[in-house]
Nanobody, 123 residues
Framework: VQLQASGGGLVQAGASLKLSCTASGRTIRIYGMGWFRQAPGKEREFVAGISRSGRSTSYADSVKGRFTISRDNAKNTVYLQMNSLKPEDTAVYYC?????????????????WGQGTQVTVSS
């Protein structure tokens, strides 16, 4: 599966952005999906994950209550709605997929990665 992330940009603190990750080559119905981010000089970190059907989600503590992950399997797309953005959310955001046979949510062990989309939040 190939993943293409989009929707990043430059916004002010407190603003919202919605990232999209569109898959091609295979249906995302068989994958758990996730979003990760990497800030300059830092390691890549888990942001949010969602199970195959979308019934289960998980978030990093730093984004709980502000970010929402969702998916539309018919459109082969996963989303990350980001509200109340903070300067510390500035990073390159990546979407990822992991083959799953249940309804699991993963924070690691992803098999496929898209290219990143830059999110910059100014204070």
């Amino acid at each position: 599966v190939q993943l293409q992330a989009s929707g990043g940009g430059l916004v002010q603190a407190g603003a919202s952005l919605k990232l999209s990750c569109t898959a091609s080559g295979r249906t995302i119905r068989i994958y758990g999906m996730g979003w990760f981010r990497q800030a300059p000089g830092k390691e890549r970190e888990f942001v949010a994950g969602i199970s195959r059907s979308g019934r289960s989600t998980s978030y990093a503590d730093s984004v709980k209550g502000r970010f929402t992950i969702s998916r539309d399997n018919a459109k082969n797309t996963v989303y990350l709605q980001m509200n109340s953005l903070k300067p510390e959310d500035t990073a390159v955001y990546y979407c990822a997929a992991v083959r799953d046979y249940g309804e699991n949510v993963y924070a690691m062990g992803y098999d496929y990665w898209g290219q990143g989309t830059q999110v910059t939040v100014s204070s």
